[in-house]
Every structure is written in structure tokens, then in C-alpha cells.
């Protein structure tokens, strides 16, 4: 199926509470599991010196997450959309972990135009995390160009996003699958963003050719790829 891009921000009020509304715990704590298993393979510890970014936190499901997970962290949650980083902040608010959420902050800033001193981020990224980002970026380099800029050597990265079906008729089965538990608004989104994801292929073919083979690209299951490592 061929990729068709779709807007790299969602505004729509009516978008951002459907999917500030929605459920996806179970997909959110599976990745948190995830991340927290490739730091114990590695042998990598997180405390107070270090720092977690999450990418495209939206409304701050992730970045909550990883706040109280690693709760001796910084954590900082930043989207392009003023409309997640206000309901971010409104969820942060309103949190029954609300006090154990005083590591956590929100930035509202243009993914594809960051770079961590614009931030007065007084640590190097330890972490750097994003869960359904990669098929909002129109363009694959402004994606990687972003995460080169924020990383050192010592960075890892772990990046989760949906992978492109087959064909039209996979997609609408994942559409009708995902419409017997969300709303209207939050089932044609999902769609738009299965046709606007990449494939596994695309994604190892792009770190293959730019001097990014120091990250790994893996399937996860049918729906979802993962990219991950240092750059």
C-alpha cells in the first residue's frame, strides 16, 4: 500500500480529546516493559543525573509513565500541538499521581526543529522515547535529523510507531477492529495513520544508507516496528 502522509500535528480540539479520552494502557504499559527490559539487557541504570525525553508526548500518557517509573529522573515531555501540551498539563493537574509527578514537565515546540540547549536542559539525554511519531513526520530525514540532535553517544534511543498493512484491505480490517473501541473521530485518525506509516523495510532501508546502522530496526508483532539503540 502506498504511503499517504497526514497532518504532523493534530489541533483539532475534538481529535485531541478523543484521543486524550481513549484507553491505551495496555500498549503504553507494554512499552514502558519494553524500554525498561532493553536497559536491564544493557545494563544501564536511570538516577538523578539522568534525563528522559518523550517526543510527541501528546497528552501525556508516556510521559507520565515514565516519570513514575523512573521517578529519580527528569522527565520532559514535548509536542509540536498546543492543544496536547495543554490537555499534557491539565492530565499532569488533575492526576491522582499528581505528587509523584513533580519530575515531569511539558515544552510545546516544533519536533522537526528542536536542539536540547533550546531547553535549558542542564543534562544530556539519557533517554530518548516516542510512541506513535514517526508516521506524523512527512519526511523520514527530519525525523532521524531530529534524534541525531538531540542524542550523544550515550543516548539511547527507542522509538515505537505503527507499521504500514499490506494493502487497503488490511487496513480497513485494522479500521473496523479499532472502531468496535473507539469513536468515530479516533477510528478515522487510527486509519489515516496506518496509511501514513512506514514500513519495516523504508525504516531499515533509511538507517541502512545514513550512517545510522548503530540502530536497530525489529517488528513487533504485525501491527508496530521499533527502532532503537545509539546514533
Known sequence: MERIPEPELMEKKEQVISYDEADFSEGEITLINQINHYLLEKNISLSEKDLIVDLGCGP????E?????WPN????????SKEMILRAEHNKEISNNKKNLKNLRYICADIKDIKSTNFLLKKKISLLVSNSLIHHITHLEDFFNTIRSLSSSSTVNFHKDLKRPLDEKCALELKEQCSTKYNEI??????ASLRASYTFKELKNFTSDNDLSSLDVFEDGDKYLIVYGNV
Open 60 to 63: 501525556g500518557n508516556i510521559s
Open 65 to 69: 509513565k515514565l516519570a513514575i517509573r
Open 186 to 191: 479516533l477510528t478515522n485518525d487510527y486509519y
Open 73 to 80: 529522573t527528569e522527565v520532559v515531555g514535548i509536542d509540536g
